[in-house]
């Protein structure tokens, strides 16, 4: 990329490198649900029907919540880890956030934390972590549904997934 | 192939057509079930105890019937539609074997119906539509979870996957 901006286009290049530089210098973790924003706050928080949905969706990143937010289903607020549990690389619950989670759980006016981190063995162990911290604030915990994603055909989706898909099957 | 087998293997050839030959002239379908089998009845339909289980799966073919024995994890019995309802090509209820289901719910002895056809448009169709033929039988129908694939990251998952992860969460 550098050298196609060297050779083409230099102006562009100082332009790109100042939103870049802006964006570095202004953009910060949110205070109340650590996604990427530049202000103090992000639009989500700001939101009072959000925070009055007494809903709160834990994900692992900022992509997590644009991809749920395109969705337009889910109206209520955000925590977002930024990660997930990794003790054999250094990150535990301090590193993602858990403190301040706790104290959302302890100051009130959440009813339901859904668990939206990624289905894989990480994301099962930060999901079951966290389910423990809400059991312990009392405050109820869900995780989102495993299984056959639409569109699909049966034959073709791995065995781990199917097995989720019938144990996981709903009363018509 | 065809090609190929007469540049390079006349004998395996021939040896190919006997064999299509006989499975041609030797497999049809189960009685029960509909699925492919030599013998009258699947090796599935003959055995006791997947009968004791009272369960029926409901799925759109015999591949279907292959993914979910490799889960190794239902123990009931199948009922192979051979297809979906498809009014505008002219399949109908009768057509998928709708009939002969009809008489096994009548016959008793299942406890709950899954259905598992395909997370399409014309599967989701199907699925409704037996599941109100079990209900007039008075018997337990579910549908199979639809959800996020397990593995996957939350942030490649279709928007229409992610709606039902949602609101097909459960509680922990
Ligand atoms: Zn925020
Ligand atoms: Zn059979």
Known sequence: M????????RTGAI???????????????????????????????RHPEREASGLLCIVESPQD??????????????????????????????EIGLTELEGR???????EVILATNPTVEG??????????CASHNVDASRIAHGVP?????????????THAFSGRRKL
């Open 2 to 9: 550098a050298f196609h901006l060297l050779e083409r286009n």
């Open 15 to 45: 332009d790109l490198s100042n939103v870049l530089h802006n964006a570095m210098e202004h953009i910060h973790h949110c205070k109340r649900c650590r996604t990427f924003t530049e202000d103090e706050l992000c639009e989500i928080c």
């Open 65 to 94: 919540v644009l991809a749920i937010e395109q969705t337009l289903s889910y109206k209520g607020q955000y925590f977002v880890l930024m990660g997930h549990l990794s003790p054999i690389d250094g990150v535990g619950p301090e």
């Open 105 to 111: 759980l302890s100051a009130g006016g959440i009813n």
């Open 124 to 133: 099962e162990a930060t999901a079951h972590y966290i389910a423990q911290l």
């Open 150 to 162: 639409v569109g699909g055909e049966l034959e073709y989706i791995d065995g781990n997934t199917l």
